[in-house]
């Protein structure tokens, strides 16, 4: 089984190295006029490398991952049910701006949930956090991003 890199990756690290050959080269050229035409060139080329950290990174311009991050964070080994759908409570308070994660598998074993989309037309919904228990306390937990 072969794998390869993403063209995005490339495009990204391409533009990177535009950038900085850019930016080098802008010290050395004595035109003003060139020289913003090179800055500005060089900011354009940075364009994939910010969609790859915006793909890598959702929580920086989504508040709802940002929210369910934190909730997946405040989670920690050895936290009982109550306490796990306590700390869900806290930061999903009823009325508050984002919405519960919905709890998809209820077991003695184990709890799933799921990010609630929010919006209906949204791509985002399928955010896990996966938690087994045993003995009632959370043993390990999974973050599963869309």
Request: proline letters at 6%; hydrophobic letters at 45%; aromatic letters at 8%.
């Amino acid at each position: 089984m072969t794998s390869s890199t993403h063209p995005i990756f490339v495009l990204a690290v391409l533009g990177l190295v535009a950038t900085v050959i850019m930016l080098i080269t802008v010290f050395h050229v004595r035109s003003k006029g060139l020289k913003v035409l090179l800055v500005l060139i060089g900011v354009l080329t940075l364009t994939p490398a910010g969609f790859v950290l915006v793909a890598l990174h959702p929580e920086w311009v989504d508040a709802r991952i940002r929210s369910y991050k934190t909730f997946y964070e405040g989670i920690r080994l050895g936290m009982t049910r109550e306490e796990v759908l306590a700390l869900q409570t806290q930061l999903y308070p009823a009325g508050g701006p984002r919405q519960k994660p919905r709890i998809i598998m209820d077991e003695s074993n184990s709890l799933t949930f799921f990010m609630h989309p929010e919006d209906p037309a949204s791509s985002v919904d399928c955010e896990a956090i996966i938690l087994n228990l045993k003995e009632g306390k959370v043993a390990s937990k999974t973050y599963s991003p869309d």
